[in-house]
Antibody, heavy 117, light 107 residues
Framework: QVQLVQSGAEVKKPGSSVKVSCKASGGTFSSYAISWVRQAPGQGLEWMGG????????NYAQKFQGRVTITADESTSTAYMELSSLRSEDTAVYYC??????????WGQGTLVTVCS | EIVLTQSPATLSLSPGERATLSCGAS???????LAWYQQKPGLAPRLLIY???SRATGIPDRFSGSGSGTDFTLTISRLEPEDFAVYYCQQYGSSITFGQGTRLEIK
């Protein structure tokens, strides 16, 4: 049974960057996809992008192209999502999710990123 | 980008009743590449259905999905108290997008 554990909540200033981690255990990390989905307070879900560690290349939603970087470290079974040029609208819970590149199960517990001055 | 519109926004039903949730796509979703998720307050979403009608591991058979093209449906045959939550559809036929969600509440 795969489990995903994400890093803790962050408070960031506008214009800065945030890097969220997602550590997987109980599964074959390299061969499956790790995807990132965010959820603004009281809002719906928004896919940001994903990576299959064994292939190494991430793909991103057009909305986040140039501002998000998704990476994976096979040696520690950890994926990362870095979002730059933060603005208040980026305040959200950021989830990682494992498995198939196109549907997501299971999910991490979520990481709240708050952007405020 | 394929826009998914879920209806109704809120559905009020009683335990034991049948729930029918709809998801409409702005253009045809290729190969029925559509999934459904359940989300409870403060928790991450849980995958229920993928490929429009395949139940995910561990999902009770009271949950079923159907549809193709631009019209998809999630049916819960007989509502249990733990089924009251928000439900999202997601397409992966062209990039990945989610619907805005349907809130299933106790009547």
């Amino acid at each position: 049974q795969v489990q995903l554990v994400q890093s803790g909540a962050e408070v960031k200033k506008p214009g800065s960057s945030v890097k969220v981690s997602c550590k997987a255990s109980g599964g074959t990390f390299s061969s499956y996809a790790i995807s990132w989905v965010r959820q603004a307070p009281g809002q719906g879900l928004e896919w940001m992008g994903g990576i299959i560690p064994i292939f190494g290349t991430a793909n991103y939603a057009q909305k986040f192209q140039g501002r998000v970087t998704i990476t994976a470290d096979e040696s520690t079974s950890t994926a990362y999502m870095e979002l730059s040029s933060l603005r208040s609208e980026d305040t959200a819970v950021y989830y990682c999710a494992w498995g198939h590149p196109n549907w997501f199960a299971p999910w991490g517990q979520g990481t709240l990123v708050t952007v405020c001055s | 980008e394929i826009v998914l519109t879920q209806s109704p926004a809120t559905l009020s039903l009683s335990p034991g009743e049948r729930a029918t949730l709809s998801c409409g796509a702005s253009q045809s979703v290729s190969s029925s590449y559509l999934a459904w998720y359940q989300q409870k307050p403060g928790l991450a979403p849980r995958l229920l259905i993928y490929d429009a009608s395949s139940r995910a591991t561990g999902i009770p058979d009271r949950f079923s999905g159907s549809g193709s093209g631009t019209d998809f449906t999630l049916t819960i045959s007989r509502l249990e108290p733990e089924d009251f939550a928000v439900y999202y559809c997601q397409q992966y036929g062209s990039s990945i997008t989610f619907g805005q969600g349907t809130r299933l509440e106790i009547k």
